[in-house]
């Protein structure tokens, strides 16, 4: 997984490039997830028709590393909202 991780760095979905300074780290990391995703159901799906092994498990490997991807992105939201949380409670408290 850590080649696959190299790999998804110089792949960020064109759409939003010129955005990546401006984007949460957590919402980056949701998109790209959702994106590698989707790659990945396409490539295990093309490696089923084509009866090709090895891209059927590079896909699948590929939609893996999406979803973890998209929970981490998830988890870094929850723990900034946390941080949101206590800020305030330490104003006020």
């Known amino acids: ?6 790999a998804q760095k110089s792949r960020i979905p064109h759409f939003y490039e010129g955005q990546r300074g401006n984007m949460k780290t957590s919402t980056k990391d949701k998109i ?7 790659k990945g159901t396409l490539k295990e799906e093309v490696g089923k028709i084509t009866k090709d092994r090895n891209l059927r498990a590079e896909g699948k490997v590929e939609k893996k590393a999406g979803k973890v991807q998209q929970r981490i992105g998830h988890a870094k939201e929850t723990v900034a909202n946390l941080k949101g949380q206590l800020a305030e409670l330490k104003k006020t408290g």
Not at 1 to 6: F, S
Not at 32 to 38: A, D, I
């Open 32 to 38: 790209e997830g959702s994106f590698h995703e989707v």
């Open 1 to 6: 997984m850590t080649a696959l991780k190299g």
